[in-house]
């Protein structure tokens, strides 16, 4: 028990209580090895009894808990950590009640959420990217300073892996653009105290932006050589199966240009038309009708407008969860472990398939709107 005020018994020592009164205690072995400035775990001390001569060996509580702080102060003070906690899920409440006191909130959700180790998932990649896109829009202010943080170190992780895969770049350049639009409005308006945190830490952060997209920019594909099967060897129906399953039209049109007959495919009207039934609905279609010289519908066109107007279908490979019985978002895969109790929080639904709901990267914003 430590005493921080002035007290007859030595203040700065450490003591126990025993049967016989309060003891001063010390560490057994030194505290430091090998000149590092970083203490090691003490799992076991000795209580020091004046006229005993046996010596009392347990393991302290105090010991392990000061172990425990340096570990979190670890974490916080390491730039490059993104682990602020163990958990994957949060619960979401939205008020107060006896229970529980104040309300979840964004920033927090967003230090919760295992952000930092979905975007090294596939699946999950492009979800991820989405919602820091909404956020660096309109939600950017809500963040708290920790949450701030670990957004930035987030999108450096996310530069970083788009610098070595080369996994889609147009994504990524999508966002950074919208970021530093955002900050060089809220920049202007730091005199309204809008911005948390130090203005230059946000001409730093500004800058960083600029520098990933002049490496974005600057971005060259490696050209692999295989001497096996290439996307030209196809037949027809197998490369216009292909061109069927993007989503979004600039990856077709992409494609398009890597040969002619991919060129060929790619400007299929029922392609574009298939495009424009699977993002929008008809009463759109008749809105903004567009009509080539022939006298047909000009599909592709009408894509690229209809786009402007309305919101694309969005598609993920996987997206986060949100369990109506319990009120938890999380990552379907770490829900499911807590399905088999594996963690402290199992879902006590008769049926908890039918309880999921999947969460879009526009409904997490929306939970945390109040």
Not at 108 to 133: C, G, M
Not at 148 to 165: A, G, S, W
Request: charged residues 25%.
């Amino acid at each position: 028990m430590p005493f921080l005020g002035q007290d007859w018994r030595s203040p700065g020592w450490r003591w126990v209580k025993t049967e016989d009164g309060w003891k001063r205690f010390e560490p057994f072995g030194p505290a430091l090895q090998g000149g590092n400035s970083q203490l090691n775990d003490i799992s076991h001390t000795v209580i020091l009894t004046g006229g005993d001569d046996d010596d009392e060996m347990y393991a302290s509580e105090d010991c392990e808990l000061a172990a425990k702080k340096r570990k979190k102060d670890h974490c916080r003070n390491n730039t490059d950590s993104q682990c602020f906690y163990r958990e994957n899920w949060i619960y979401v409440h939205k008020e107060s009640t006896r229970e529980r006191h104040g309300y979840c909130t964004l920033g927090e959700a967003f230090n919760r959420l295992d952000f930092s180790s979905a975007i090294q998932d596939i699946r999950r990649f492009n979800y991820v990217v989405k919602l820091l896109q909404l956020i660096a829009k309109s939600q950017l202010t809500s963040l708290s300073g920790a949450a701030q943080k670990n957004y930035f170190n987030i999108l450096d992780k996310i530069v970083r892996k788009v610098m070595e895969d080369h996994h889609n770049p147009r994504l990524i350049k999508d966002l950074l653009q919208d970021l530093s639009s955002t900050l060089c409005i809220l920049i202007r308006g730091v005199g309204k105290s809008v911005l948390v945190g130090n203005i230059n830490i946000w001409m730093c952060r500004l800058e960083t932006i600029r520098l990933w997209q002049q490496q974005l920019k600057n971005l060259q594909m490696n050209k692999q050589v295989n001497n096996g099967l290439t996307l030209s060897d196809l037949p027809l129906h197998m490369l216009s199966n292909i061109l069927h399953r993007f989503s979004d039209g600039w990856d077709i049109i992409t494609l398009g240009q890597v040969t002619p007959t991919l060129y060929m495919l790619s400007e299929d009207r029922q392609l574009w038309k298939k495009l424009c039934q699977y993002h929008f609905a008809e009463k759109q279609f008749c809105r903004h009708l567009i009509l080539s010289e022939k006298g047909h519908i000009d599909w592709k066109l009408m894509y690229f407008a209809l786009q402007k107007y309305y919101p694309k279908k969005e598609q993920y490979g996987d997206t986060l969860h949100f369990c109506r019985h319990c009120s938890i978002l999380f990552w379907k895969d770490y829900h499911l472990a807590l399905l088999l109790k594996d963690s402290g929080h199992p879902c006590t639904a008769s049926d908890p398939n039918t309880c999921l709901m999947p969460v879009s990267p526009q409904h997490f914003i929306d939970l945390f709107k109040f």
